[in-house]
């Protein structure tokens, strides 16, 4: 879906949002209240350059705007593979986008994620799965990577790997899947702004994906071996 289709549908006309390039920023006011923007567009590939720009947004919504609740539109292919990116050091500037993510946080700015087309690999990482909490539309598309790239990955067959991805959500594309797995919290709908709305009613900050993905059946194991690594 086109950000602007969502826009429309969160806030209708009561925006500011602008897209610059692949890069999205603005504000909005919801219910009354001013929320803060940021994310990407056109199946963005996250290069240093959009990485440290999305950094300086989150950064400067910290500094001036205390508390404010901020927005995630997450519409990325992945990481910037280019020699360049990797000669000036994408993984730190990718990893310092996180971190301004969890300093938002940690400031008391309700930090929320909506993958509203696209989203993979080290572009959905270090945006979306930073947020308090990730939400998607039902037409996204998440996946780590395509099945023929895992198999060279892993050294197994396609084959195999198609049969596991009947079973078991970790080795199968879709957004279902990642709601399966606790990835993603919820599906907004219908009426995105009921979508929102319930998002920032919901001020419960801590990591609940292992849990969910227990009670969904995604992630079996990982919520009771995290219970057991912190008793011991």
């Known amino acids: 879906m086109?950000?602007?289709?969502?826009?429309?549908?969160l806030f209708g006309d009561d925006h500011a949002i602008v897209a610059d390039g692949d890069f999205l920023a603005g504000t909005a006011t919801f219910d009354g209240a001013t929320i803060a923007l940021v994310g990407t567009t056109h199946h963005a590939e996250v290069g240093v350059d959009l990485a440290l720009r999305q950094a300086r947004a989150v950064l400067d919504i910290v500094e001036n705007s205390p508390g404010r609740p901020l927005l995630l539109l997450v519409d990325t292919q992945g990481q910037k593979l280019r020699?360049?990116?990797?000669?000036?050091?994408?993984?730190?500037?990718?990893?310092?986008?996180?971190?301004?993510?969890?300093?938002?946080?940690?400031?008391?700015?309700?930090?929320?994620?909506?993958?509203?087309?696209?989203?993979?690999?080290?572009?959905?990482?270090?945006s979306g799965l930073m947020a308090d909490a990730c939400h998607a539309l039902p037409e996204a598309e998440i996946r780590v990577m395509r099945v023929p790239a895992m198999a060279r990955v892993t050294k197994?067959?396609?084959?195999?790997?198609?049969?596991?991805?009947?079973?078991?959500?970790?080795?199968?594309?879709?957004?279902?899947?990642?709601?399966?797995?606790?990835?993603?919290?919820?599906?907004?709908?219908?009426?995105?702004?009921?979508?929102?709305?319930?998002?920032?009613?919901?001020?419960?900050?801590?990591?609940?994906?292992?849990?969910?993905?227990?009670?969904?059946?995604?992630r079996r194991v990982a919520a009771d071996v995290i219970r057991r690594v912190l008793e011991a």
């Open 2 to 9: 086109d950000w602007r289709s969502v826009a429309a549908g």
């Open 83 to 126: 020699r360049r990116d990797e000669l000036l050091g994408i993984h730190r500037a990718m990893a310092h986008l996180g971190c301004c993510l969890d300093l938002a946080r940690r400031q008391g700015h309700p930090v929320i994620a909506l993958v509203y087309d696209q989203a993979l690999s080290g572009g959905f990482i270090t």
């Open 156 to 218: 197994l067959s396609e084959q195999l790997l198609e049969s596991l991805s009947l079973t078991n959500p970790v080795f199968a594309p879709g957004v279902a899947n990642y709601v399966a797995m606790g990835g993603v919290r919820s599906l907004w709908e219908g009426d995105l702004a009921a979508g929102l709305r319930a998002a920032l009613a919901d001020r419960d900050v801590s990591d609940r994906r292992a849990e969910e993905g227990a009670q969904r059946g995604g």
